[in-house]
């Protein structure tokens, strides 16, 4: 090998160890200051609101093995997904096995920002980036509903990931192409009702979660927001919601929507599938008059997308 070939090679490596370091570096970088920014009102905090939400924002089913009922937020529910299997870790007040010597911070930076304690990045199959909208209180809310249910004892299963999936740093990367962090903030041009349904649908229910169309990467595509998608994350299909009249919802009547949120059957009779139909189950079927109704406005005002591959059921 020539002299000049040699260089060539080192300086290869060379630049190859440079990046692999600091690619480590931004790995560990430090962790997210957590400000609780609202304050820790009583009323906005109680265990019954956060017993509520940990129903309609989905803990209880992710993070809940559907054979072991009993055994709720005890974890080890299997996320089958292109990108692996995830195991939904044990999120009960158990202080060994679960979240039980968390801090209210520690809770908020996992929801907030997608980070551990110690802050490592959580894999977004923890749907942090709808979660990220919600309130300080409604988040303090559903750690105070945690810590009022009884521990279970009950280690975590490490995911089965492929490579280069399982490599944790590179969530940062993700998070910078995927991420939008931040509570949701109102948006002017709308009514209240219209608000209060988008940070129901987009913050602790996270519709978009399942009814969007993901990149292949697993971010979601903002452009096609709640236009349906076939074969989702967990090979299901999510029907379009948008108001397009022939493949989405726009010949629902508020009745046919707001009766499928509350009762799980859809404007053709059947009942709805099995992840909508915990969605509803846990969820939806227990909004207050007032939030249905506000859910009911924001889902009427989805820009109408066309989509054929994931069409919502039609009325005859
Ligand atoms: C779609 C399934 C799903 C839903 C819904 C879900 N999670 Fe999770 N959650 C996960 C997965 C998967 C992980 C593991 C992420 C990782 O390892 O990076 C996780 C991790 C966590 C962790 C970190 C646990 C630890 O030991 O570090 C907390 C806390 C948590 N979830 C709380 C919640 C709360 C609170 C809710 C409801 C607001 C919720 N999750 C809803 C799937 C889910
Ligand atoms: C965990 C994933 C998931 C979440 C979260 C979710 N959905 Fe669904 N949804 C589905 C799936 C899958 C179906 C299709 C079920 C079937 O095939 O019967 C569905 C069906 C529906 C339907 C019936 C459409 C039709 O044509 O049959 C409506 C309406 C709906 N969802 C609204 C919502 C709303 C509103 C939210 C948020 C409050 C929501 N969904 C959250 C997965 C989800």
């Known amino acids: 090998m020539s002299i ?44 019954e609101r956060g017993e509520f939400l940990l129903g309609l924002a989905g803990c209880v089913s992710c993070h809940t093995e559907p054979t072991r009922k009993e055994a709720q937020l005890a974890g080890g529910r299997e996320l089958k997904t292109p990108f692996g299997v995830f ?26 920002h997608g980070r551990s304690p110690k802050g490592e990045h959580y894999f977004p199959a923890f749907p942090y980036v709808a979660y990220t909208r919600m309130t300080d209180g409604d988040m303090l809310a559903i750690q105070t509903a945690i810590m009022a249910r009884p ?15 399982n490599q944790r740093w590179g969530v940062k990367f ?32 996270h519709c978009g979660e399942c009814h969007t169309e993901r990149y ?3 971010g979601l595509v903002r452009s096609r927001w709640m236009a349906g998608v076939k074969n989702g994350l967990q090979g299901e299909t999510a029907p379009n919601l948008t108001q397009d009249p022939k493949t989405g919802l726009g010949g629902w009547s508020d ?24 969605v509803v189950e846990n969820g939806t079927s227990k909004l207050q008059k007032d939030d249905l109704e506000a859910l009911l406005k924001y889902l009427k005002n989805l820009p109408p997308i066309h989509n054929p591959e994931a069409p919502a059921a039609q009325g005859f």
């Open 4 to 47: 000049n070939a040699r260089i060539a090679r080192l300086s290869i490596v060379f630049i190859a160890l440079c990046t692999l370091a600091f690619v480590g570096f931004l790995a560990i970088d430090s962790k997210e200051n957590v400000e609780i920014t609202h304050a820790l009102n009583p009323a906005l905090t109680s265990a």
């Open 151 to 165: 521990p279970q004892n009950q280690p975590s299963k490490p995911h089965a990931l492929n490579f280069p999936f």
């Open 216 to 218: 292949p990467t697993g």
């Open 87 to 112: 195991f939904a870790p044990n999120i009960s007040s158990d202080i060994e096995h679960g979240i039980g010597a968390w801090s209210s911070e520690d809770f908020i930076r996992a929801l907030r």
């Open 255 to 278: 009745e046919d929507i707001s009766f499928l949120l509350t009762s799980g059957l859809k404007i053709n009779g059947d009942v709805v599938g099995s992840k909508m139909y915990e």
């Open 174 to 205: 993700w998070k910078l192409l995927h991420f939008r962090e931040g509570a949701y903030t109102e948006d002017s041009n709308q009514s209240d009702t219209w608000n209060r349904g988008a940070y129901i649908a987009e913050a602790v229910a």
